[in-house]
């Protein structure tokens, strides 16, 4: 017997049946509150190793790393608003004027609804469980839509979200375009959605149908600009971590190109070289601490980045790959025109342009 698909009655469906719990006010309860934020800490808890399994096999991503950018994140998230959920849901007095004497006054917050939470990749579980403990925190019903890119934590968060929580005010909605496109017809109290512009755009222009509040969490090119006024070896360590400890740069936090002088530039090479060869090794892609490119589709695109005529022969460190196993070596890339292909969206991978400058 083939399993139904998941379709606009579908995403219907569950809507409706979310907001009759919503409605019901049990979601609005401290204790219903503390309980299910309480099964998030423990799904962390419980399955560490299957959690740090399931980012190796979506993205081959070190065990440390992550640990500590997305278990451990998570876990602090949760522990916060376990601590802080009384405060925040305490009326908050403030002030009234002479013209409403002698009534008192109060903020009072209240919860939006039923939430749809659309996930990214290249966080997995942090840029999905992190947005539902707000959600629940503030006391509303969810579903979250992981990304199928990453489908090992999707499949794991399917069946831990389901298996933990309280199923009738929290869905996990697994699937491709065809479901988020079904999820987007209906008619949501707020949509939380992390990824990119293009799709940000698709989000936001279904939620404006229902006039519905949108977060987007979108990427950027990040610059860095590295002077001359700084020590070093502290300020190359940072951007290193950053750009390459941070998923192998497939980050919206990860340094997407540096602006230096010039006359600097060649001694920030130098030492980023240096830096690079003591975290990674002389030969980067047999690391066990780089993460791979997510999939074929990412791997072409950044090849094709690198291939550009207007930077081919601008590459003064790495550019090595190997398909097979989806790697780009960390690579810097000097003196990269403003019109290249590198130069026009964000990089989100392990290279890393310097763009210099006559001076400050």
């Given at each position: 017997m083939t399993k139904k698909a998941f379709d606009g009655d579908s995403a219907k469906l569950m809507v409706k049946g979310l907001r009759e719990t919503f409605s019901s006010g049990r979601t609005k309860s401290y204790e219903w509150r503390i309980s299910q934020l309480n099964k998030i800490l423990e799904i962390t808890r419980c399955h560490e190793k299957e959690i740090l399994g399931a980012l190796h096999s979506d993205l081959s991503k070190p065990e440390?790393?992550?640990?500590?950018?997305?278990?451990?994140?998570?876990?602090?998230?949760?522990?916060?608003?376990?601590?802080?959920?009384?405060?925040?849901?305490?009326?908050?007095k403030v002030g009234t004027t002479l013209l409403t004497f002698p009534s008192t006054a109060g903020i009072v917050a209240e919860p939006f609804g039923v939430v749809l939470i659309i996930g990214a990749w290249n966080f997995p579980l942090l840029v999905s469980l992190?947005?539902?403990?707000?959600?629940?925190?503030?006391?509303?019903?969810v579903v979250l839509k992981p990304s199928e890119v990453s489908p090992a934590m999707s499949a794991l968060l399917a069946k831990y979200v389901g298996e933990y929580m309280d199923s009738s005010a929290v869905k996990v909605v697994e699937g491709a375009i065809p479901e988020t496109s079904a999820l987007l017809e209906q008619k949501w109290d707020k949509i939380l959605y992390t990824g990119n512009s293009k799709v940000g755009r698709i989000v936001?222009?279904?939620?404006?149908?229902?006039?519905?509040?949108?977060?987007?969490?979108?990427?950027?090119?990040?610059p860095v600009i590295v002077d001359s006024?700084?020590?070093?070896?502290?300020?190359?360590?940072?951007?290193?971590?950053?750009?390459?400890?941070?998923?192998n740069g497939q980050a919206c936090i990860?340094?997407?190109?540096?602006?230096?002088?010039?006359?600097?530039?060649?001694?920030?090479?130098?030492s980023l070289k240096l830096h690079l060869i003591k975290f990674y090794g002389e030969e980067p892609?047999?690391?066990?601490?780089?993460?791979r490119i997510v999939n074929l589709n990412h791997f072409n695109r950044l090849i094709k980045l690198l291939d550009d005529d207007k930077v081919s022969d601008k590459i003064?460190?790495?550019g090595q790959t190997d398909i097979k196993n989806l790697k780009i070596a960390p690579t810097i890339l000097l003196d990269v025109p403003d019109d290249s292909l590198i130069m026009s969206d964000e990089i989100f991978?392990?290279?890393?342009?310097i763009v210099t400058m006559k001076n400050e």
């Open positions: 440390f790393e992550s640990f500590i950018h997305e278990i451990c994140l998570v876990k602090n998230s949760c522990t916060l608003a376990i601590k802080e959920l009384k405060r925040w849901m305490k009326p908050e992190n947005p539902v403990i707000g959600a629940i925190a503030a006391g509303n019903a936001l222009a279904a939620a404006a149908k229902h006039l519905t509040p949108v977060v987007l969490e979108l990427g950027g090119k990040c006024d700084i020590n070093l070896k502290v300020a190359v360590s940072r951007i290193i971590s950053g750009k390459w400890g941070c998923n990860a340094p997407d190109y540096i602006i230096t002088t010039k006359d600097f530039a060649p001694k920030l090479v130098d892609l047999k690391s066990n601490d780089i993460s003064v460190y790495g991978g392990p290279l890393l342009a």
